[in-house]
């Protein structure tokens, strides 16, 4: 299905009937990886599902998009696809959980409690803990800024344009490599915002599921979600790794379902 939210044609997924469910997928990922997770959720609730600016079958922002205008787009995707709902349940995978965060803390309380409550989230190998940075990625950055430095102040970026662009490709992360220049300045903003402080007010009843093997999310941010939200229980799936809803899709949807009620 297609809707045109604040001037974008957003691709999403709306199936089944009961209490609307929302899923927020990571970064760089799309509604298709959530197929498993859509088609169990669906027998007993309104899952709607939507292929963020930037992703999948969706338009690209113009502008970049931080953790806050991500939100204030699912509000407007709400507002005009489901403007009579009074409740809605969240389930975000990575980049997705970051932005439910914020949601659920109520950052936004005077455009959300006019419209709807949230009940009760799901967050998966979610984002939102700033990574403690390694030597060797201080020393990466380091030599980053250096060659960046050094072509600009000789002039070699004017003269040779797509030096900064293969700088910025090889001392960057793989989506950051594969990102368009919007997208690009998008991730850096989502990625460098700490969302901890938020967390205590993360009052709603709160599902961690994680993989003691992801390397993306690692689970002590799981574990410190769970020491910072007050109603929050982490499940740990063994084995699995960032994507526990494809790598163990069986006892995610047991524990999913435990928690929802299917």
């Known amino acids: 299905m297609n809707a045109n939210i604040n001037g974008l044609n957003i691709n999403y997924i709306d199936e089944g009937a009961g209490p609307l469910l929302i899923m927020l997928h990571g970064w760089g990922s799309?509604?298709?990886l959530f197929a498993g997770v859509i088609s169990f959720a669906k027998t007993k609730y309104h899952v709607v599902a939507m292929d963020m600016p930037g992703?999948?079958?969706s338009d690209e922002p113009a502008e970049p998009m931080g953790v806050d205008d991500y939100v204030n787009f699912v509000l407007a995707f709400v507002k005009e696809l489901y403007p009579e709902e009074k409740e809605i349940i969240f389930l975000?995978?990575?980049m997705g959980g970051r932005i439910i965060i914020k949601l659920a803390a109520g950052i936004h309380d005077d455009r959300i409690k006019a419209d709807f409550s949230i009940p009760k989230i799901i967050l998966t190998d979610?984002?939102?803990?700033?990574?403690?940075?390694?030597?060797?990625?201080n020393k990466r950055t380091k030599r980053y800024k250096f060659y960046k430095n050094l072509i600009t102040k000789t002039g070699i970026v004017k003269l040779f344009p797509g030096t900064l662009d293969y700088l910025q490709k090889?001392?960057?992360?793989a989506?950051?490599?594969?990102?368009?220049?919007?997208?690009?300045k998008s991730l850096v903003m989502n990625v460098n915002e700490d969302c901890t402080p938020y967390m205590p007010s993360v009052t709603q009843p709160t599902l961690l599921i994680w993989g003691d093997q992801d390397t993306a999310?690692?689970?002590?941010?799981?574990?410190?979600?769970?020491e910072l939200m007050p109603e929050a229980g982490l499940a740990v799936i063994q084995g699995a790794g960032h994507y526990t809803f494809l790598d163990n899709p069986y006892l995610y949807n047991?524990?999913?379902?435990?928690?929802l009620g299917i």
Do not use: C
């Open 92 to 94: 975000g995978h990575s």
């Open 217 to 226: 999310t690692p689970l002590s941010d799981g574990q410190k979600m769970e």
């Open 55 to 57: 992703f999948g079958k």
């Open 170 to 173: 090889k001392f960057g992360s």
């Open 254 to 259: 047991k524990i999913l379902g435990s928690f």
């Open 30 to 32: 799309n509604i298709d």
């Open 175 to 184: 989506d950051y490599a594969a990102a368009s220049p919007v997208m690009r």
């Open 126 to 137: 979610s984002a939102g803990v700033l990574p403690v940075r390694t030597g060797a990625q």
